[in-house]
């Protein structure tokens, strides 16, 4: 076989495992027995399709760390800052709620500066909906701050999707006031 053929071949693997990464055991196994059928393939019993175990450790990927996580976004006020910092507990740390130490101790692990005030920022995001209060101390990242997250650094995609939603959120305040 050709080398370039085994880069091909490596190449397809590594795209169809980085689809496949983003489903769970159960939908992952649903579409490689389809796939599999598909090709009249052999292995169609009902154990599951899983990877050898170096091929797995070859092909998981690390999260980011927060610097990097930071350095994508590419938050250019406090307010995003947090807003970033939050969004990468829930992503990454799986802490949908949070309190602000949480924030201030990822703030130090990022190596955010000394004047960085969390506090105060998370006000603002709150004032903004982007940060939703769930108990007294306790945050969580509402959808709309997920959504400006997801688009950054892309600032005018980011501040259409805060005027789409507040939008949307008026107008069905309009709506119910009528009925």
């Known amino acids: ?32 027995r389809t796939v599999l059928e598909f090709y009249k ?11 050898p175990s170096p091929a797995r450790q070859f092909f998981e990927r690390r999260p980011p760390s927060i610097s990097e996580y930071l350095d994508t976004k590419k938050p250019r006020s406090s307010a995003e800052r947090v807003l970033c910092l939050a969004d990468y507990l829930d992503h990454f740390r799986s802490t949908e709620t949070f309190r ?3 924030l201030q101790k990822l703030a130090i692990e990022a190596r ?11 006000k ?5 909906q982007l940060i939703s209060p769930v108990a007294s101390g306790v945050y969580r990242v509402s959808d709309l701050g997920h959504n400006y997250v997801e688009v950054l650094p892309d600032r005018d995609q980011a501040q259409q999707s805060l ?16 009925k």
């Open 1 to 32: 076989m050709p080398q370039t053929d085994k880069l091909a071949e490596l190449d397809a693997v590594q795209t169809v495992l980085a689809l496949l990464a983003q489903f769970d055991d159960a939908p992952r196994n649903r579409i490689l």
């Open 41 to 51: 393939s052999e292995n169609l019993d009902n154990r599951p399709i899983t990877l």
């Open 100 to 102: 602000l130490a949480d």
């Open 112 to 122: 955010l500066p000394k004047s960085f005030h969390a506090s105060s920022a998370l």
């Open 124 to 128: 603002q995001t709150i004032r903004d």
């Open 163 to 178: 005027f789409s939603q507040t939008r949307t959120k008026a107008n069905s305040r309009i709506t119910r006031r009528r």
